[in-house]
């Protein structure tokens, strides 16, 4: 069943647990985000961001797909468009029938942020979807934690202020705040150095669901204190696409006969629902 970004926000508020956030790019990453959400019994959020993903599957494409398989789920699922950069991109998302809309306008000066950002809660209101939208700096290049030198320290200017998020998500209304907190896309270099207790404060003068970014690679025990914190829906995706490239990798070098694509796929679809099912075990708090 599809539900909206703001519904399922909810249920994780209720539960005081993190909704998992799982970037999709081929009908078996959807068969594995969705089969680890019924097997589990967990509200899940499917994804696709169309910035880094598009050179794989186009979302007018893979849309269609993501939304007819989520219809079907068992569980409540919403289907998200991350990282949207324009109104085009996002006007896509909608008329596909994406629930949700992360506006990233987070490279603009603020008050080009906060005008895109109404404008697009406004139109997804019209089509009944929720609205992310992000303040401060993900980048891999502002944090110590994406390469360098372990001397290197993660620059103040990139965390998100919490004065400054507050007023962010007053002037735009938005349903959910992905903010930084030390936290990057891509793979860890470094152990990252995240500032737990400023989610808590963030959380506390905005009022709105915390989005954490760049999930791969950050221990059970640092997620279970952010979602403490405030934090409800958590990204993931690169290292589930990391473990599945080493097992056909593995695989590949002990087969002797013929190897077939379809092969290599459902290998990959099975690794990456392990991978999820642990993810959605830790975000959700459950036991085993």
Request: glycine fraction near 10%.
């Given at each position: 069943?599809?539900?909206?970004?703001?519904a399922?926000?909810?249920?994780?508020?209720?539960?005081?647990?993190a909704?998992?956030?799982f970037?999709?790019?081929?009908?078996?990453?959807?068969?594995?985000?969705?089969?680890?959400?019924?097997e589990?019994?967990?509200?899940?959020?499917v994804?696709?961001?169309?910035a880094?993903?598009?050179?794989?599957i186009?979302?007018?494409?893979?849309?269609?797909?993501?939304?007819?398989?989520?219809?079907?789920?068992?569980?409540?699922?919403?289907?998200h468009?991350?990282?949207?950069?324009?109104?085009?991109?996002?006007?896509?998302?909608?008329?596909?029938?994406?629930?949700?809309?992360?506006y990233d306008?987070?490279?603009?000066?603020?008050?080009e942020n906060?005008?895109n950002?109404?404008?697009?809660?406004?139109?997804?209101?019209?089509?009944?979807a929720?609205?992310?939208?992000?303040?401060?700096?993900?980048?891999?290049e502002?944090?110590?934690s994406?390469?360098?030198?372990?001397e290197?320290?993660?620059?103040?200017g990139?965390?998100?202020?919490p004065d400054l998020?507050?007023?962010?998500?007053?002037?735009?209304?938005?349903?959910?705040?992905?903010?930084?907190?030390?936290t990057?896309?891509?793979i860890?270099l470094?152990?990252p150095?995240?500032?737990i207790?400023r989610i808590?404060?963030?959380?506390?003068?905005?009022?709105?669901?915390?989005?954490?970014?760049?999930?791969?690679?950050?221990?059970?025990?640092?997620?279970r204190k952010?979602?403490?914190?405030?934090v409800?829906?958590?990204?993931f995706?690169?290292?589930?696409?990391?473990f599945?490239?080493?097992l056909?990798?593995?695989?590949?070098?002990?087969?002797?006969?013929?190897?077939?694509?379809?092969?290599?796929?459902?290998w990959?679809?099975?690794?990456?629902?392990?991978?999820?099912?642990?993810?959605?075990?830790?975000?959700?708090?459950?036991?085993?």
């Amino acid at each position: 069943m599809i539900i909206s970004l703001k519904a399922i926000l909810e249920i994780a508020e209720a539960r005081n647990i993190a909704i998992a956030a799982f970037n999709v790019t081929s009908m078996e990453g959807i068969q594995a985000v969705l089969g680890a959400a019924e097997e589990l019994d967990q509200p899940v959020i499917v994804q696709f961001a169309n910035a880094a993903h598009k050179t794989y599957i186009p979302m007018g494409v893979i849309g269609p797909v993501m939304m007819a398989m989520a219809d079907r789920a068992k569980v409540p699922v919403c289907v998200h468009l991350d990282h949207g950069s324009s109104f085009q991109e996002v006007q896509e998302a909608l008329e596909l029938g994406f629930t949700g809309i992360m506006y990233d306008g987070s490279e603009l000066p603020y008050a080009e942020n906060v005008a895109n950002t109404k404008a697009v809660v406004e139109l997804a209101a019209q089509y009944g979807a929720s609205v992310e939208a992000e303040i401060g700096s993900m980048g891999r290049e502002e944090f110590s934690s994406a390469g360098g030198s372990d001397e290197e320290e993660a620059v103040e200017g990139c965390y998100t202020d919490p004065d400054l998020a507050a007023k962010f998500a007053k002037e735009t209304g938005i349903d959910a705040l992905a903010c930084s907190f030390g936290t990057v896309h891509g793979i860890y270099l470094h152990t990252p150095k995240l500032d737990i207790e400023r989610i808590g404060k963030i959380r506390e003068k905005t009022g709105v669901p915390v989005v954490m970014h760049g999930g791969s690679g950050i221990s059970d025990e640092d997620f279970r204190k952010c979602i403490e914190q405030g934090v409800r829906k958590i990204n993931f995706y690169t290292y589930s696409a990391k473990f599945a490239g080493e097992l056909i990798r593995d695989r590949l070098a002990k087969e002797t006969g013929n190897v077939y694509f379809h092969d290599i796929a459902v290998w990959g679809r099975e690794s990456m629902k392990k991978t999820y099912m642990d993810t959605l075990k830790v975000f959700s708090n459950l036991n085993g």
